[in-house]
């Protein structure tokens, strides 16, 4: 990335870029399309040597298992390039995802998956412009938003049901998508410029690094019945028939390409897991489901499923991990739930960011667990808490409205007692 100008105050370089943009906001975007393999390659070269670049993809997944890519979108200081994958294999890219160049997407954990896919990698450095935001109090913004809070920028806006497989796209589709991407790497500059300044351009950094490490692997067959609506009501030989049928029906689904629901509903999973069928005809009776799912060899697949389900052991039936509701720990997450509401507010942190319910009741297991352990949350969230359920520090109300964390004069209060006792005692 190129070395920033000289620091402004946020509101001066906001002013700026809206009186320098406004005109400049509804300009048809420059960009070229890459339709052969020659030009991608082109365009790989270019990108190899480039310090930043900006990423965006459009795909499709309503009708498959796997998300479809449609079409790669990249902006770096050499131009925008749109790279339609229905033409071109787009698999080479992993050169530029590999190498060490900052990637900047906004809200990337669909696309990571996509270029996972279609590329067999992830960039090797990741700046999340929606996950940055949240650092500075903006709550899972859209793009769109962002860019106009930050940059003083308005988006065109695009049809979001529109159709990106087929061909050939519109000049409005083209257009949309390059737009999605033109102002990515200055928004990068200015949410890092505001973190820096703040001291939390490190903790976006390592939220963004943790993104990349977060797991995309398909779901794990036999725990899929995990997903199911009323799971945690199936007991005894219905959770083994659950698991094997919902193993059955995600294998068939990765294999034939479609969504599990085209294979087989949720609600006939669960009828035929209460009430197994024995042969075809009951299982043609079983409700929601339709007789069609059961060609091509699905009913015998079906059915051999149902069998192993219930023959299956006890011991052998993968169960969802226990939710951390233990009643102990409720009044500490009740409480460490109102300081945390005060602290992002004072902090202009957004509080999904510091922690989510269930990180505070991990944490206060034994031992703790989760995100509020290690990395930055450790001294920000971690310790305050951790000293708060140990009775080193208690919560009291400030003013009327404000809560703070205050050290413990462990002198208990006592309704109705005389001063001198409560002092005393």
Known sequence: MATSSPRRAPGVRAHERAHGRAERAHEPVAYRLVEDAASFAELVEELAGADAYALDTEFHRERTYYPKLALLQVAWTGGIALVDPLAVEVAPFSRVLEGGALAVLHACDQDLEVLERACGAVPSRLFDTQLAAGFLGMSTPSLSSLVERMLGVRLEKGDQLTDWTRRPLTAEQKAYAAGDVLHLLE????????????????????????????????????????RLKHARQLHGRSRSVA????????????????????????????????????????LERVRNLDARQLGAGGAAELLAAIAEGISLPPSAVRLPPVQRNDGSVRPAVALATAWLAESSRQLGIDPAVLATRADLAAFFQEPPEGRLVSSWRSELVGEPLRRLAAGDVALALEGGSTLVLEERSRRRYVAGAPAEEDAAG
Do not use: K, M, N, Y
């Open 187 to 226: 928004l990068h500059d200015a949410l890092a410029s505001q973190l820096e300044d703040l001291g939390r351009l490190a903790w976006a950094q390592e939220e963004c690094a943790i993104a990349l490490r977060r797991s995309r692997a398909p779901v794990v067959p036999e725990e899929a019945w995990w």
């Open 243 to 282: 698991q094997q049928v919902a193993a059955w029906r995600e294998r068939r689904a990765q294999l034939l390409d479609q969504p599990t629901r085209f294979v087989l509903s949720d609600l006939a999973v669960v009828s035929i897991a209460q009430r197994p069928p024995a042969d075809r005809g009951e």
